[in-house]
């Protein structure tokens, strides 16, 4: 009795977790990005498409299959025929005539082919190895799509949260300022931060505009209803700690295990395939036939003078079974169909050289696209420092009454600047990363590009610890 308590008890709290989920956050889905990835890969409408391509090709093989497997044929004919065989043209015009039908059956069971069938089904296997790498081509894309609106909103919520903060920062110095008897800031800048506050007001609403259009594209990658609500697990935009590795080592791994790379392989394999198909198509097959023909009319036809060994040419019954050669003889058209498929076959070969160097240059150029942005994200939090200090100066300065009055107008502009580009750094780093992971095949970039457990400033710093917070007088 204790142990069947404890297996009801089971279930029992699962339940009562997820109606607590359901209460808590009103139905919302809150996902990180992992999450989102295995959402995305198990909802995703055009990847759930790409099983029934694979399914498909895989039909395709077992239709080539065909050796032992018995074929029926069969063909049904209902005509009139005349009475008198003799008269049979005046029987039609004095309605002297009589209704006729026929049946044939054959059945033809394929033993020997010469290799035709072997070598189709050789082909239908290169068709599903390429639905295959075009379903993995897919999921790659995905994943790096999913990243890539992932980022965004992160993004569009490090800016938006930048531009409100301004924005309240700007508010309440020209309040303050307007305040005073004798203000701190010349007038000409108090006008000044006025335009600027518009100019970011407008920004702030372009932003909200794309993190809505960010959303609505997240919702259609994950198979999301448009109205089923969804927040992320940290919206804070920070770049990826990772070790990046060398060129040799991803181009290698883009060569073996991008889809597109082995796209290359299969239809090269599969044009040499159509190559020796077409050459065997010039032998017969082999294989067991029968057939049964039975013929009847609603009455006797008179004066019927048959011609051949049967006894009637309106009423029988015909079997026979033997062996059966099957073939067609067009040496002109073979001849054309096989060198138009050799052509086609040394073509891709030669292409393939020249595809496979355009991929490692493109994973060379994703490369040097994250390397860049590695370095992007470093000279960023920089200006980000920098303009941090600017900052504090100024209002420094300012406060002790010294120094010129729009240095803080100038100062303050700077680090909102600093502070934009620098999360547009990292969303680029991160999207280059993604780039990078997509063109060397998620699982070899992950294999190859190890987390690092670093602190950021350690991987992109400046040789000292730095949080880039606003102030909380500037929030």
Known sequence: MYFLKCRLAIPLTIVCSFFLSIVAYGNELVLDLH?????ALKQNKKFQATQYALEAAHAQRREADALFWPVLEYQYRAAPAPEDADQALS????GDITFFNSLRLSLA???FTFGQLKTAGELADKGIAAEKWNREKEREKLIFEVKQLYYGQQLAYELRKILENSIQEIDGRVRSEEEKEIPEIAPINILKLKAFRGDLQKRLGEIEQNAKLAEAGMKIQLGLASEQKFRLV??????????INSLDAYVKATIARRPESNLIDVGVEAQKKKYELEKKKLLPKAGIGAFFDIGTTTSTVRRNQPTDDFSDPFNFRRVGVGLQIE???DFHGAKSRIEKTKAEYLKATYEREIAKQGIALECQKFYENAKRAHENVRQARKAQSLGQQMLFISKSNMDIGVGEK???VDSLKFLLLSRGEYFKAVFDYNVALADLARVASQAQYEHLTPTKQAEVYE???NGEHEEFELE???E
Do not use: Q, R
């Open 459 to 461: 991987i992109f710093g």
């Open 472 to 474: 909380d007088d500037t």
């Open 406 to 408: 729009n240095e803080y």
């Open 35 to 39: 999450e989102s990835i295995t959402l």
């Open 91 to 94: 029987s039609f015009f004095e």
């Open 234 to 243: 940290d919206p804070h935009l920070v770049p990826e700690l990772v070790e």
């Open 327 to 329: 073939g067609k003889l």
């Open 109 to 111: 069971l394929p033993v």
